[in-house]
């Protein structure tokens, strides 16, 4: 193979579209410019001087012809909706559409990517029944290769999801993959994944097969069609400026690709689409001696960063190598792409891996290098979603070279987000409102992309960290903790304490440790959570988001009464927790309000949450002069005093009583700390440990934390990070925002029933719903589990999305977990539902199907006995952990 790389050289980049249509994977649509309707115009063509005129208006305007954007058209004309128009500024496909590798796996990391993985796999199976055009689609299978334990481990956790999924795979050993693959060299193989159900397709074909289904039922698809500007009024998109002329609509789509992040400007409100595009190569080689079976696995060598699958009887393999080529796409009139070059020394590790994983290939000749650009994202996850600041703008793109495993799955959801307002899934990871506008530098984009591109095959352990585009957001504490030994993660793009390194630690073996195993923070992270529990503590928590709501009369209030069912009609001075529902009463925002003054709060949410949020309750407040929303998240550094001696630093540093009697729970006042004045002080931790949370102006940060921590000294204060407060959160069995609560779990499922206020005078969001699910009764509960059995020492950890089974049947899957110092045990918290009826409907759960079953945790194959619990363990489970080993864990009292 080595010896053909220097004459394929010599191939013309002109002849990159005939080699690849001429091989036959790749379609054949010849240029066209105008109205694309039917089959019949891919023989006769349009006449480029007769263009059939752009339609003046329609319902939804969708800007894309790849396979994204033909997948939205086809999901909302079969959810019945009309005039819809599909705009393409170069021919149907043209784009990343019609060079990507044509492989469809549900291999993926998170567990919504894999759903709308197997949905596209099941859909361009059907579409050429439901067409007639040929789309390509093989069943072929694939192998996921581990050359090492860690890997193995990786692949045995993914395995344990995907059968939560229904989606057979099977963990097997190199013999086995030597089997079913006559290529792959075995010898350095500890194991791998078997996926009989992945395929491989020819893309542009799925493209033409979508678009004539959707051109089938009514859908307009106009190519060499220039989107030039979003027309936008009070909020809410009114059309769109094309090259052809404009067109009034309701709803827009930006189905750009790489394109997506310069359409996003192209309007009076800038849109962000934090997306960026870098070179992608594949090969693709000859017929081999022995042709290669079209039903030949895919094999993904993740420790090699390749890909290869069959390809005429030859291969195709590319990869993701560690020094990505980013590539900037100012100037969208750039049609197609194909002008991008082969790189052979760039490719030449990814070669290399190749003929180390296939030695037979050595004397294969090579037809083909294809430079095939693709979009990635800040985070490795697609951009989905309507944007945060303009009504009807939708956007699906940044697909992370993953565009045909994700589009039939994600085009299904936009279209169900725009038809019923929310899709049938939970998409949260992947809502275009995870980022905000600080992720919009090009400067940023470019240098995290260079990490995101490797990181697509790079193993991942439980909590590992972006390195790039650190430091954008920092706390004014950010120096003085990090001269602490602050190590930090980042979230939203603030940086956080995860813990502090004592003196005298070995900071960078502490900084690359990497396992599935018990971590080296073990013990730093549990020597913090003592300190809370018996001393006194401090945590940065300034990431927080946190808005004022105010008015000149009660239309504040009004407001929050009706997003949040909680009452919020409370004294001044009292904090409420509480949810901010949708119609179907699952959480959209879980927050602390706290009321100021008659006609003020003071919100606090996650800090993930800053963008969703905000977009939340602007959707849903009046246009009124006199109702104000601001974000004051950056006026505001958050301290979190806790432990039972944060009483009397405050005490000392303000000369006022904090005990309980002066200072009730769920309490907020504004007081003197040291020499300043406003700083809001709240009876609350998060944590379920006594303590206060302090809201500190910016200016007097600095200051209030010395004086904290000088007056602390006495009492055994020390820093602690995140690591700690999660700890105590779940053993508390707390639930988070965004971990265990989503839009699609209601108060009643998560026993927070008390924070729901049927009775209150307003009828807030979710009401019914709720109320609806009261008189039927729930059929999934929220629940604790503390695992027995596992050696902390030796046993993998949990971390989160681990099958829970009773009595021995799959009932569930964990949503957070954490190592509890306090029971010297493992928790793990998630939902357990009971089986479903005999006709397939959930049935009700009830406290005895809990208490009475038998559970087990799955942790990559392996199941460990626990104990189920509905309420959070009592804390005399500490006074009294000498004897626990005497008494049955069912018999605690919960609090």
Request: charged content about 20%; glycine content about 8%.
């Amino acid at each position: 193979m080595r010896s053909c790389v220097r004459s394929s050289r010599a191939l013309s980049p002109a002849l990159f579209p005939r080699l690849l249509s001429d091989a036959g994977c790749w379609g054949t649509q010849p240029a066209r410019r105008g109205l694309w309707s039917s089959p019949r115009n891919l023989t006769s063509g349009v006449d480029t001087q007769h263009q059939t005129p752009l339609p003046s208006q329609a319902r939804v305007v969708i800007c894309g012809g790849g396979i994204v954007g033909t997948s939205v058209a086809y999901h909302l004309a079969k959810l019945g909706w009309t005039e819809i128009v599909l705009l393409e500024q170069g021919r149907l496909g043209a784009g990343t559409t019609r060079m990507c590798a044509g492989i469809v796996s549900v291999a993926k990391p998170i567990i919504i990517e894999s759903k709308m993985a197997d949905y596209s796999n099941a859909l361009y199976e059907r579409l050429e029944e439901e067409t007639g055009v040929k789309t390509g689609f093989v069943r072929t299978g694939s192998l996921c290769l581990a050359q090492n334990q860690d890997r193995f481990l990786s692949l045995k956790r993914l395995a344990s999801r995907l059968k939560v999924m229904g989606i057979n795979c099977n963990v097997i050993k190199p013999k086995e993959v030597a089997k079913l693959h006559p290529l792959v060299n075995i010898h350095d193989l500890v194991g791998a994944l078997h996926l009989p159900g992945d395929a491989v397709v020819s893309s542009p074909d799925v493209n033409h097969a979508l678009a004539v289904a959707a051109a089938s039922y009514g859908v307009q698809i106009h190519e060499r069609t220039t989107v030039n500007h979003i027309l936008l009024e009070k909020g809410h998109v009114t059309g769109v400026e094309t090259d052809r002329g404009p067109i009034e609509c309701e709803y827009f789509v930006n189905c750009a690709g790489q394109w997506a992040y310069e359409l996003g400007q192209a309007s009076e409100t800038k849109m962000s689409v934090p997306l960026h595009g870098c070179e992608h190569f594949y090969l693709l080689t000859k017929p081999l001696e022995q042709p290669l079976a079209p039903n030949t696995p895919v094999v993904m060598d993740m420790d090699g960063r390749i890909y290869v699958r069959a390809w005429q009887g030859g291969v195709l393999s590319g990869g993701f190598e560690k020094n990505p080529k980013p590539i900037f796409t100012e100037g969208r009139n750039q049609q197609d792409v194909q002008n991008t070059q082969e790189d052979w020394d760039h490719f030449e590790p990814m070669l290399s891996a190749l003929l180390r994983r296939m030695p037979g290939l050595e004397s294969t000749e090579i037809q083909q290098l294809v430079n095939c650009p693709e979009s990635f994202t800040p985070d490795m996850r697609c951009l989905m979603g309507e944007t945060p600041s303009v009504h009807g703008y939708y956007v699906l793109a940044g697909m992370n070279s993953s565009g045909l495993s994700f589009a039939g799955g994600a085009g299904k959801y936009l279209a169900e987000w725009m038809t019923y307002g929310y899709p049938t899934a939970n998409v949260w990871p992947l809502d275009i409102k995870r980022f905000g506008n600080l992720q919009s530098s090009r400067t940023f984009l470019r240098h995290r992309v260079m990490e995101v591109m490797p990181l697509l095959y790079e193993l991942k352990v439980p909590r590992w960290d972006f390195q790039t585009g650190r430091q954008l957001r920092t706390s004014p504490l950010y120096d003085r903790l990090d001269t602490q030994g602050g190590r930090w993660m980042e979230k939203h793009g603030f940086e956080r304490a995860k813990y502090f390194v004592p003196p005298g630690k070995d900071l960078l073996s502490l900084d690359q440790s990497k396992t599935f195993y018990k971590p080296d923070w073990f013990d730093i992270v549990g020597a913090e959570v003592k300190c809370c529990k018996e001393a006194v503590c401090t945590i940065d928590m300034s990431s927080f988001t946190k808005f004022e709501l105010t008015s000149t009369g009660d239309q504040a209030l009004d407001l929050l009464q009706h997003l949040c069912a909680n009452d919020l009609d409370v004294p001044v001075g009292h904090i409420v927790h509480t949810g901010m529902l949708n119609e179907r009463g699952g959480y959209e925002n879980d927050c602390s309000v706290v009321r100021l003054s008659k006609n003020s709060f003071f919100i606090i949410s996650p800090t993930d949450q800053q963008v969703h949020c905000w977009s939340w309750i602007k959707k849903h407040m009046p246009n009124d002069p006199q109702l104000h929303l601001e974000d004051v998240s950056w006026k505001y550094t958050a301290l979190n005093l806790i432990g039972p001696r944060a009483m009397d630093v405050l005490s000392e540093l303000s000369y006022v009583s904090m005990t309980p009697e002066h200072f009730p729970s769920l309490f907020c006042k504004e007081m003197s700390v040291g020499y300043a004045n406003g700083i809001r002080v709240m009876s609350m931790t998060h944590t379920g440990e006594p303590g206060f949370m302090l809201y500190i102006p910016i200016e007097y940060a600095l200051h209030v934390y010395n004086e904290v921590m000088s007056v602390g000294q006495k009492y055994g204060i020390r820093n602690a990070g995140y690591y700690a407060l999660r700890s105590l959160r779940i053993e508390k069995f707390f639930a988070f925002w965004g971990q265990d609560l989503d839009p699609f779990t209601t108060p009643l499922e998560c026993g927070r029933e008390f924070r729901v206020k049927f009775d209150k005078d307003t009828d807030f969001l979710g009401r019914e719903s709720l109320l609806q699910q009261r008189q039927a009764g729930v059929t999934r509960r929220f629940v604790m589990l503390v695992l027995e059995d596992h050696d902390t020492e030796l046993d993998l950890w949990p971390w989160w999305g681990e099958p829970i089974f009773r009595n021995g049947q799959l009932a569930g899957t964990t949503t957070s977990s954490a190592y509890s110092y306090t029971l010297e045990r493992h928790v793990c918290l998630g939902f357990v539902s009971p089986p479903a009826g005999p006709d397939g409907t959930p049935t009700v759960i009830t406290p005895d199907f809990i208490n009475r079953g038998d559970y087990e945790v799955d942790i990559a194959g392996q199941r460990y006995p626990a104990k189920a619990k509905l309420y959070p363990f009592s804390s005399l489970f500490a006074q009294q952990r000498r004897r626990k080993d005497d008494m049955e864990l069912s018999n605690f009292q919960g609090k």
